[in-house]
Structure formats: C-alpha cells, structure tokens
C-alpha cells in the first residue's frame, strides 16, 4: 500500500506539472518545444527497448529470482515515473505545436493518429505507475517471504518453486495466480507504451526533411 500511496503522489505531482507547462511553452521558441517533443518521446521508447529486450532478460538469466526480483522492485518505479514524464511532456508539447487546447475535447486531441498515439501512450504509462506495477511489487514479496518461510530454494532463471512444490498451499496458488495477472498486464501496458511511442516516432519522421 505504501508503494501505491507513493506512485499516486508522483502521477499527481506529474500531473499538476503538465498542468503548468502550457503556460511554460509560449515563452519557448517553436524549434525547443519540437525538439522537447522529439527527444522525450525517443527517451521513453529508447528506455523501453533497453529495459524490455536487454537489460531485463540479461538479469533475468543472471542473477538468482529473488535477486532479480529485488533490483525490479527499485528499477521498475523509475522506469515507470520516466515514461510517464516523458509521456506527458510528448503530449502537452505535441498539443502546443498544434494549438490543441485542455478544453478542445477529446475528439480534436484524439483526431490525428499522432495524438491518439500520445493518448494510449500516456494512458498505458499512468496505468502502470499507479497500479500495475506497484500491486505486481508487491505481490512478488508475498512470494519471496512464503518461499523463505518454507525453505525453497532460490535458482538463476527460473520461475517461483511455489508452482511445483508439495508445500504450497491454497493461499500460495492464489498469490501466484494474481502476480501473473498484474505481471501480465503490466507488460502488456509497458508494449502498448512502447508500441504507441514507436508509432508516434514512425508517423513525425514521415514529415521529416534532411
């Protein structure tokens, strides 16, 4: 609960930040707020490729499970807080470049490709670092404890004991039922995030000139 409590204060700080930044940008030459635009959307999906594809298999096949389970639980709150800011500051910049109002509705917001990329974008990250991954978190702790009391042992690259143990209870079949289901749907928002965020990048290099 407390890792929930936190992720919600930081979405609201967020929040109210991106509230602010329309005010920002009109004192911001049009050439700063496209490369704002460019240069967080490109972090976000940049991040999202090295931690999905590189830097997580490479810990995963390493290090024991609950080792790895630990560097997650303090990697993957940044990681969300980092895609989530540069999810915001993709959309309220791409709003700004196209004289987008907060109170144009969501149809106009939503009437390019473009924006409705940044939408499920911002939307996926929020989703994520409100709930997703901090119930994921935490469940994953459950596991390690139960696994600890009942002396299983902890191995590199593989999946909880608790599955294949004759120690396990009800209870403990339940945790895992619902890890797998956060742990699912967090990586599912964490694709659409970077799916969408590649999409955008893909559909502004087409009006690009060199």
């Given amino acids: 609960m407390d890792q929930l409590t936190s992720s919600g204060s930081i979405v609201l700080l967020q929040c109210a930040s991106a509230a602010v930044l329309p005010s920002v940008l009109h004192y911001v030459t049009n050439d700063i707020v496209k490369f704002l635009n460019v240069t967080s959307c490109s972090t976000a999906f940049g991040t999202q490729v090295w931690v999905g594809s590189i830097a997580g298999l490479t810990m995963f096949r390493t290090l024991k499970r609950r080792t790895f389970g630990k560097v997650q639980s ?36 939503c009437g390019k490709w473009e924006g409705l990329m940044l939408t499920y974008n911002l939307l996926s990250n929020v989703a994520n670092s409100l709930y997703f991954i901090p119930a994921t ?29 004759d120690k396990s209870t009800d209870e403990d079949k339940n945790i895992l039922k619902k890890f797998n289901i956060n742990h699912g ?9 970077m799916g969408t965020c590649g999409a955008y990048l893909y559909f502004i290099a087409g009006g690009m000139t060199f």
């Fill in 137 to 165: 978190t935490n469940l994953m702790f459950q596991i390690h404890a139960r696994e600890s009391a009942l002396g299983l042992e902890d191995e590199v690259g593989q999946t909880s004991p608790l599955k294949r143990s």
């Fill in 185 to 193: 749907i967090s990586m599912l928002m964490s694709l659409v995030s």
């Fill in 74 to 109: 303090k990697l993957f709150p940044k990681y969300a807080i980092l895609n989530t800011s540069c999810s915001l500051m993709a959309l309220v910049t791409y709003l700004h470049l196209n004289n987008i109002g907060p109170t144009d509705g969501f149809s106009k917001i």
